[in-house]
């Protein structure tokens, strides 16, 4: 199964986070299938692959809550078919 999740980057109390997708039996720093997006909480600033978010999710890829509700912030979902939206 594949999620998407955040991967820890930056320095000492200077995190800055990937947005991967990422096999779950994988640890957090394991090897990302693929790199979609990149988030900076300190700054407030993401940046997101719209089109490899919607291609995973459509595979059946399940967002982390945190990841979750930086896609919902940016509207992702609503890109979505109808029928295809089945998170909660």
């Known amino acids: 199964m594949v999620k998407l999740r955040l991967k820890r980057c930056g320095r000492t109390q200077r995190a800055v986070y990937r947005i991967v997708a990422i ?3 994988s640890r957090r720093e394991g090897r990302d299938l ?3 997006g990149f ?3 300190i700054k407030n600033k993401t940046y997101l692959n ?3 978010i919607i291609y995973f999710l459509e595979r059946g890829a399940q967002p982390t809550g945190t990841v979750y509700d930086i896609l919902k912030k940016a509207e992702v979902f609503k890109e979505l078919r109808p029928t295809e ?3 909660t």
Request: hydrophobic fraction near 35%.
């Open 34 to 36: 693929r790199k979609v």
């Open 23 to 25: 096999d779950v039996r």
């Open 39 to 41: 988030y900076d909480p």
């Open 50 to 52: 719209v089109p490899a």
């Open 85 to 87: 939206t089945k998170f």
